[in-house]
């Protein structure tokens, strides 16, 4: 009796490790099958034309989806976000739609999505991300970040006083544009402030300034020493209209030491004048004196 319970058990632990190891055996086959049939997408921006891109101007992306070919792929949706520093065409939503029947149908393991957007007037000089979200339909959505280059086409500049006139109340600006790009259509002006006051107009149009140029600008004003601020408004090279302001130091010393040495060279011009007249009058009154004493 004791072997034949023996035996007994020997067959229950037996069929135990065998159900523990069919179990084990599911369990692994069920995992390999999940990740059979898991969906790995990867989305890329595959080209921008043109690159860099330029502000307010429209650029083409194409993106690319791989990974179709997924058992685990359904249905993929790709949706564009309109956000800074792109804008949509009128009638754009940015949602792009992928059947899994037509793209399985097709033999296709990849998706090549083109776009045409504009990009932002202000945006920045460099990369500058956008976003996009990628789902099919047995996944959550994922949010792709992309990069895109864009190239600042606007202008900066220096702006000093080149001279002033206390005689005359006439102001000349020197203006020199310190960027890359090329502008036209430069306008200059002077908004109400405390340290001028502009007689006539206020504004100067000077045309157009190429990179590392200068120009000049004359206003018929009042100063006071402190500072000044200067608009500058002007078509950068895809024609959109800009304006900044600048500020300008006024210091009075510089320009009052010239008018002194003005006031300095006059008097020594009136005195040689002044000289020559006695001169003249003295050669005249001895001429005379001696043609009377002839007589």
């Given amino acids: ?25 599911l369990l692994v086959f069920s995992i390999t099958i999940v990740s059979a049939e898991a969906c790995d997408l990867t989305s890329t921006l595959l080209s921008q034309d043109p690159y860099p891109a330029t502000q307010g101007d429209y650029v083409k ?17 790709f949706s564009l ?3 800074y520093p792109i ?15 037509d793209y399985v149908n097709d033999y296709q393991s990849t998706i090549q999505i083109p776009y045409e957007v ?14 996009a979200i990628v789902q099919n339909d047995n996944d959550d959505p994922i949010i792709k970040t992309f990069n895109i280059e864009v190239a600042d086409v606007r202008a900066d500049f220096e702006v000093y006083v080149k001279n002033y006139n206390f005689k005359k109340h006439e102001l000349t600006l020197e203006v020199l544009n310190i960027e890359e790009s090329d502008v036209e259509a430069l306008a200059i002006s002077i908004p109400k402030q405390t340290n001028i006051i502009v007689k006539g107009p206020n504004r100067v149009i000077v045309g157009d300034l190429d990179s590392n140029e200068y120009t000049t600008a004359d206003f018929e ?16 090279t895809i024609n959109v209209r800009r304006t900044l302001s600048k500020t300008v130091n006024f210091d009075s010393a510089y320009f009052t030491e010239r008018i002194a040495d003005q006031s300095t060279t006059s008097k020594w011009v009136y005195i040689f004048w002044g000289v020559v007249v006695l001169l003249v009058i003295w050669w ?12």
């Fill in 284 to 295: 005249a009154v001895k001429k005379f004196t001696k043609k009377k004493k002839r007589q």
């Fill in 1 to 25: 009796m004791r072997l034949l319970a023996n035996f007994y058990k020997q067959n229950n632990l037996l069929s135990n490790m065998k159900k523990g190891v069919m179990l084990l055996a």
């Fill in 221 to 236: 004003a009042t100063l006071r020493d402190g500072e000044i601020t200067v608009d500058l408004t002007y078509s950068d």
């Fill in 118 to 131: 504009r990009i932002d007037s202000s945006a920045l000089d460099g990369a500058n991300p956008i976003e």
């Fill in 87 to 101: 804008k949509f065409n009128p009638g754009e939503d940015g949602i792009r739609t992928f059947s899994k029947l």
């Fill in 81 to 83: 976000q309109e956000d």
């Fill in 61 to 77: 992306l194409v993106f690319q989806i791989t990974g179709l070919a997924e058992e685990g792929c359904g249905d993929i949706k």
